[in-house]
């Protein structure tokens, strides 16, 4: 999802700047088949159809709007992406872009949503790759190093309630410039401030509810392997490192920081 202040544009010029350029990236063809671990090319594949829009009166009511996101299905009948426009009456706005994660992985989401949006896109090149699959180098890797990085986990104390069904989206909007600044006076990433937060925010949670402290947390963090040549290409082109988040109650976010960088 990319966030906007000022006035949304209409429905029809997004879907016109999307339809000209979606015929560019093969990748959005794409569906899984049925019973196989395979990925097809769609014959018909009007991009047009692929967009649509969700108003918003107020801005307090955007974030049960994005949860709609994560709950409503996507299409069967062509290939399963779309992109939403969210839009608020208050000045502001959202793209979203929605997609089957057996066919991309988060960086070429994000990839294929700025080459699809942005006025005028980094490194855009309106022809198609040599190819629309992901590299063997790169399968390789994700399989040697995720192999290790996925095994199962016994659920942490913070997480090992009853379910509720529903997904839900919790986030906090802070300036990156307030994130980097963070990460620069540690000798830290964005990425471990965001996991230092992570850390910080399970204590509390488990503190609150349980008044006991938190063990320490095995994560998986993903990493791509994606190279540019590769950027909007089918599959998931990535490998798993565990990390052990700290999860004390002691020492604050810049203890976890600390910690989480030691590791990274």
Partial sequence: MF???GAAPPLTSLRARIAARAHHIPSLRYRAGRGDRMAYAARDFEPRAHVFQLPVPRREQFDAARRQMLTRPLPKDRPPWDVWLIRCAEESFTVCFRSDHC???????VTILRLLIEDEPVGWSPR???????GLRGLVAVLGQST??????????AFAGAQSGTP???HRDLPMALLRGAARARGATVNDVYLAALSEAVQRRHREGTHQGHPPMPVTVPLSVRGRDQATSVGNALVGVRLTLPCKDSG?????????????
């Avoid at 290790?148 to 104390?157: F, H, I, K, S, V």
């Avoid at 604050?252 to 990274?264: H, K, N, S």
């Fill in 148 to 157: 290790r990085a996925m095994l199962p986990l016994t659920p942490a104390p």
């Fill in 103 to 109: 066919l991309r992985d988060g960086i070429a989401a």
């Fill in 3 to 5: 966030d906007f202040d």
């Fill in 168 to 170: 839900q989206l919790f």
């Fill in 252 to 264: 604050g976010v810049e203890g976890a920081l600390d910690a989480v960088t030691a590791q990274t």
């Fill in 128 to 134: 198609s790759p040599a190819s629309a699959r992901t």
